[in-house]
């Protein structure tokens, strides 16, 4: 990969020169430009007329992520879901049971757990994953919030001060998500993760809302959504496929399966967005796809493509075949649907195999 400079330094060479010492000191190698602004950001803030307060909250938000990077980076290839829901979810609520036994299927295809850490259905998806595949990402909080069983002690688990990083966490590091019915926090993280998708700002990822046979939860969510959200023009009907609603728990983790039947990654190089897949489409099947999705193309058609320069430049997934499109980097909604579509083609692999509860 080639090395790259930083783009953002102190404004005096000397104080530069003395961070680039510093590095060679820490034995830094790998990704220096982002270690260099670090250290410049810091810097800076030295010279800056910055109060204790705003300096206790850089210094606990970065010590804070640090550890929790440390804590995932052994795990960086292995699948994980999120699960959000409520604290208050007591163990003989039906939909604890539907968090542990989702949480049981997916360790039983080789996924991890991340969840808040704390009672309720936090609890009930470590309880379901067990400690070997779970991660818990803590909260201090003056009640309700301390580690439950399942993951207290493990140094899987990390406590954080701020919401803000604690969920940066909790979305960052996860390949799909599920969310159970909860309170304010549960729904701030649902529409948190909805944002993001729809901004583009958040890989596309599988998003679940999961409720218990007979429930109303997540239905009349959904028809606010519809009735007042939707119908103003202040989202687009094609943002409800950004999720799926279900209350069967092997529909739940066949959602999440299967998003990863063909595809794999996208990546954006220059105005072009790449669509890494698992098998390749066939030139009809790609013909389709491009009248189909016309609409979210600027320029030109969906192609079949080689790696792009800068892919081969940093050595990324070669060996995937891939499509290019010219994305107008607003229909996220679309480009959801796009996904379905090429996790269904009939040259996809063949489906995951969803255990039997």
């Known amino acids: 990969m080639a090395e790259r400079l930083p783009h953002y330094r102190t404004g005096r060479a000397e104080l530069d020169q003395r961070l680039d010492d510093l590095l060679d000191a820490a034995g830094a190698s790998a990704n220096r430009d982002q270690l ?7 810097t800076r803030l030295a010279g800056d007329d910055v109060d204790r307060l705003s300096l206790k909250i850089t210094n606990a938000a970065l010590r804070e992520l640090r550890r929790a990077f440390r804590i995932f980076a052994p795990y960086r290839g292995v699948p994980k879901v999120t699960m959000f829901g409520s604290a208050r979810t007591l163990a003989d609520d039906p939909l604890y049971a539907q968090a542990r036994d989702l949480a049981r299927l997916l360790a039983d295809t080789g996924w ?3 969840t808040g850490g704390g009672p309720g259905i936090m609890a009930a998806g470590l309880e379901g994953a067990g400690r070997q595949q779970s991660f818990g990402i803590n909260i201090r909080l003056p009640f309700e919030q301390g ?3 399942f993951i207290a002690g493990d140094p899987k ?3 954080m001060k701020y919401f803000f990083t ?3 966490m909790l979305l960052k590091e996860s390949d799909g998500f599920v969310v159970l019915p909860g309170g304010f926090g549960t729904l701030d993280e649902a529409l948190e993760l ?3 998708m729809q901004t583009g700002k958040a890989d596309p990822s599988p998003v679940v809302f999961l409720e218990v046979p007979g429930g109303t939860y997540w239905h009349a969510w959904e028809r606010f959504v519809a009735d007042e959200v939707i ?3 202040l989202a687009s009907p094609e943002d409800r496929s950004l999720y799926r609603i279900t209350d069967d728990v092997r529909d739940a983790v066949g959602e999440i399966l299967g998003f990863y039947r063909n595809y ?7 105005e072009q967005l790449v669509i890494r897949l698992r098998s390749a489409p066939t030139p009809s099947e790609v013909a389709a796809l491009t009248e189909e999705f016309a609409d979210i193309c600027t320029d030109g058609d969906i192609s079949s493509s080689a790696p792009l320069p800068a892919e081969v430049a940093d050595d990324d997934r070669l060996d995937l075949p891939r499509l290019v499109l010219c994305f107008d980097r607003m229909s996220h909604g679309r480009l959801r649907e796009l996904i379905d579509r090429l996790n269904a083609l009939p040259s996809a692999p063949e489906p995951a195999t969803v255990p039997t509860p």
Not at 36 to 42: K, N, Q, S, V, Y
Not at 264 to 270: A, D, E, N, Q, T
């Open 231 to 233: 119908a103003r023009a």
């Open 166 to 168: 604690r969920k940066l």
């Open 157 to 159: 688990l990390v406590t």
């Open 36 to 42: 260099f602004e670090i250290l410049a950001t810091a």
């Open 194 to 196: 909805l944002t993001l």
């Open 147 to 149: 580690a439950n069983e």
């Open 112 to 114: 991890m757990v991340v």
């Open 264 to 270: 794999h990654s996208r990546r954006l190089v220059g």
